[in-house]
C-alpha cells in the first residue's frame, strides 16, 4: 500500500464523498503554490496556531484545528485559490484543510521532523514526495 493509499485510508472516516484521492493532490498542488510546507508553517505560526503545526510534526497526538482558523490563517483569496480546485466553496476548502493537513504533515514527519527536502522543494509532486518519504 502506497502514501495515497495509507493517507486516503485513515481520512476515509472524515470524507464521504469518494473523492479522497483527487482532494489530496489537489491540496498538495495548492500547498506547491502557496510556496510549500515552510511557508504553511509560517502562516500557521503568525495566525497563532505554530503549536498546533508543530503536534503534527512532533510524535505525539495531532491537535485538531478548525476551518475557522485555517481561514484566519490564510485567508479569502488563497483559501478561494483550493475551493475552486475542490470544486467547492471556501468554507469547505477550509474544512478540508482541516482534515488533510495534520494527517499529510505527520506522514511526511514519521520521526518527529520533517525532511529537509519536503520543506525546501516547491516542485515535488505528491508522488516525488511519497517516492522520497519511502526512499523509492
Do not use: C, Y
Not at 476551518?67 to 488563497?78: C, M, N, V
Not at 468554507?91 to 482541516?98: C, E, I, K, Q, Y
Not at 527536502?117 to 516547491?122: G, I, K, R
Amino acid at each position: 500500500m502506497g502514501f495515497l493509499d495509507e493517507l486516503a485510508g485513515s481520512l476515509q472516516g472524515n470524507q464521504s464523498d469518494g473523492h479522497l484521492p483527487g482532494q489530496l493532490q489537489a491540496v498538495w498542488h495548492w500547498v506547491q503554490e502557496q510556496g510549500g510546507i515552510e511557508v504553511l508553517l509560517q502562516k500557521f505560526q503568525q495566525g497563532g496556531l505554530g503549536e498546533v503545526f508543530s503536534s503534527w510534526i512532533g510524535t505525539g497526538s495531532n491537535q485538531p484545528v478548525a476551518h475557522s482558523d485555517i481561514h484566519s490563517a490564510f485567508g479569502q483569496a488563497e483559501l478561494q485559490s483550493l475551493a475552486d480546485k475542490l470544486g467547492t466553496d471556501v468554507r469547505g476548502a477550509a474544512g478540508t484543510l482541516a482534515v488533510i493537513l495534520p494527517q499529510l504533515i505527520d506522514r511526511m514527519s514519521p520521526q518527529g521532523r520533517m525532511d529537509e527536502a519536503s520543506l525546501h522543494e516547491n516542485k515535488l509532486d505528491l508522488g516525488s514526495m511519497v517516492d522520497q518519504i519511502f526512499k523509492r
